[in-house]
Nanobody
Framework: VQLQASGGGLVETGGYLRLSCSASGRTLGFYDMGWFRQADGKEREFVAGILRGGNAKFYADSVKGRFAMARANANTAVTLQMDRLKPEDTAVYYC????????????????WGKGTLVTVSS
């Protein structure tokens, strides 16, 4: 599965962006899907996830109430709506498909897209 993320860019504090991730029309319904991010000099961290076969969603504490993840386009894509962005949200954002662990680590996520850069200016 080749994932392609898009939608990153430069935005001011308090602004919004919407990221998308697709697999060229292939269904993503068989996979847990996740968004992760990696800031300069830091490890890749979990941001949001949605389980296969249902609507269960999970968010990192740092983005709860500001970010919303959803499946889209008849399960061939996922989106990440990011509102009230903060400078600390600046990172490269990656979408991934696989199995989300209870700890929301990168382990178990089999497929990764190339990241899309989000920069939030202060």
């Amino acid at each position: 599965v080749q994932l392609q993320a898009s939608g990153g860019g430069l935005v001011e504090t308090g602004g919004y962006l919407r990221l998308s991730c697709s697999a060229s029309g292939r269904t993503l319904g068989f996979y847990d899907m996740g968004w992760f991010r990696q800031a300069d000099g830091k490890e890749r961290e979990f941001v949001a996830g949605i389980l296969r076969g249902g609507n269960a969603k999970f968010y990192a504490d740092s983005v709860k109430g500001r970010f919303a993840m959803a499946r889209a386009n008849a399960n061939t894509a996922v989106t990440l709506q990011m509102d009230r962005l903060k400078p600390e949200d600046t990172a490269v954002y990656y979408c991934a498909a696989g199995r989300l662990s209870a700890t929301r680590s990168t382990d178990g996520m089999e497929y990764w897209g190339k990241g899309t850069l989000v920069t939030v200016s202060s």
